[in-house]
């Protein structure tokens, strides 16, 4: 099966690329800026977001894996956000559906559900995204679903992907590495953490699943609805260190993080607190995967302990702790 993808240069996207390949798919990646490298892997230089461009390299392809994302904070402004999460994967869809692809799985974003929830949340929550990103992660769920009459269009909004090779998570271990990481609030919003090879494993169990009705949504993420303090502290476990024995509200360290980002977006000094480091306690999003399980059969096999040891050794063996 010939599957095209996009994003393979980021963490979870090599993941992806390299279990392909193991599975012996025949794996072509669009690439933007940065080459995944990938063993295995056709990689094609992305000259346009126009669907004409991606016409031209979708014959014989069976699904496409729309990985790619603009994500978080980023300083980039709104233009450039919708363009590479609402543009492109919305032209590529189109592209997809005029070259008789079979189906389009689109990696959302938890981050759609907004502020979240202190239950459960499904995948008939109403989303509610807060900042530039989570808006144009939904905008870009909402383009391809335009198309879902005319090709299998699959949405999976995973919760958050952890592990080996994820360096933007790692500014998490290293201020708690530093001895000096203290709770932000209460502590007790609860997070879905997903290890990155279960999420690999559900691309796999979307890829071979036949029968899915086109439009689907699935929530991908662990076993374990998880506080925020117990992660912090299973992290601090990993690395032998203790977290500060105190909590800080939330509501002066967001005024106070609006403050510093203004700052660092004039001179370039970067600050352990941000606005962005401050949603992982600010925002609560415990999944639900009934769905996927019951459906696709998906079951996550990493808890959240063992995932982090495996993380950790990895940035240790890096040199990065």
């Known amino acids: 099966m010939k599957v095209l993808t996009t994003g393979g240069s980021g963490f979870a996207g090599k993941h992806v690329l390299r279990r392909l390949v193991k599975e012996g798919f025949d794996v072509i990646n669009l690439v933007n800026k940065t080459y995944s490298e990938v063993e295995g892997v056709k990689e094609i230089k992305i000259e346009s977001y126009e669907s004409g461009f991606f016409e031209n390299i979708l014959s014989g392809v069976d699904t496409v894996v729309h990985l790619a994302a603009a994500l978080g904070f980023k300083k980039e402004n709104y233009e450039y956000f919708y363009k590479t999460n609402v543009v492109f994967p919305g032209n590529l869809a189109s592209a997809a559906a005029k070259s008789g692809v079979r189906k389009f799985i689109y990696i959302s974003s938890a981050g759609v559900y907004g502020k979240g929830s202190k239950i459960p949340i499904t995948e008939e929550f109403p989303p509610s995204p807060v900042d530039k990103y989570e808006k144009t992660k939904f905008m870009g769920e909402k383009e391809v679903l335009k198309l ?150 998906y079951t996550p096999l990493t808890t959240f302990e063992e995932g982090v040891k495996k993380a950790v050794n990895w940035y240790k063996t890096k040199g990065m702790l």
């Not at 306690?281 to 999944?287: C, G, I, M, T």
């Open 148 to 297: 879902k009459d005319k090709l299998n269009v699959i949405i999976i909004r995973p919760g958050w992907i952890y592990g080996p090779g994820d360096r933007r998570t790692f500014k998490l271990y290293r201020a708690i590495n530093s001895g000096k990481f203290f709770i932000a609030g209460k502590g007790d919003g609860k997070q879905s953490p997903i290890f990155v090879e279960d999420f690999v494993n559900s691309i796999l169990l979307l890829l071979k699943k036949e029968g899915l009705s086109s439009g689907e949504i699935f929530n991908i993420a662990g076993e374990e609805l998880i506080t925020t303090e117990r992660m912090v502290k299973i992290i601090a476990d990993s690395l032998n260190k203790k977290i500060l024995p105190f909590k800080i509200p939330l509501l002066p360290l967001i005024f106070i993080s609006y403050i510093l980002d203004f700052i660092s977006n004039i001179s370039g000094i970067s600050f352990p607190l941000t606005r962005s480091s401050l949603v992982f306690f600010e925002r609560s999003k415990p999944l639900s995967i009934e769905k996927a399980k019951s459906i696709l059969g």
